[in-house]
């Protein structure tokens, strides 16, 4: 079993700075990719952004490319998510995930583990 603890989350103006944290604890944790989705009111949760086990390898939603940078520290058994340029589009819960598993992939479902969210909220 792994837990998952989201921060970092808050409100910033239109091309402000976030970096969101997700702590992770249980077995095995450090060995798994990481995804960080987000879901806005009355919608879908979406992908934003994963990395494997190694830290080798990241995907992102063309969405977010070029703005936001996910990265992770084994040692620490923590994922970033380095959010730049906010857009009042990025206003969400993101969520970070844990799957068993070496792929990374872009689907929710794909996801063992999941966090409890952190809002960011981007005004103009």
């Known amino acids: 079993q792994v837990q998952l603890i989201e921060s970092g989350g808050g409100l910033v103006q239109a091309g402000g700075s976030l970096r969101l944290s997700c702590a992770a604890s249980?077995?095995?944790?450090?060995?798994?990719?990481m995804g960080w989705f987000r879901q806005a009111p009355g919608k879908e949760r979406e992908f934003v952004a994963v990395i494997s086990w190694s830290g080798g390898t990241s995907y992102y939603d063309d969405s977010v490319k070029g703005r936001f940078t996910i990265s992770r520290d084994n040692a620490k058994n923590t994922v970033y998510l380095q959010m730049n340029n906010l857009k009042p589009e990025d206003t969400a819960a993101y969520y970070c995930?844990?799957?068993?598993?070496?792929?990374?992939?872009?689907?929710?479902?794909?996801?063992?583990?999941w966090g409890q969210g952190t809002q960011v909220t981007v005004s103009l």
């Open positions: 249980g077995r095995s944790r450090s060995s798994y990719p």
């Open positions: 995930a844990a799957r068993r598993g070496g792929s990374t992939p872009r689907i929710a479902s794909a996801y063992d583990y």
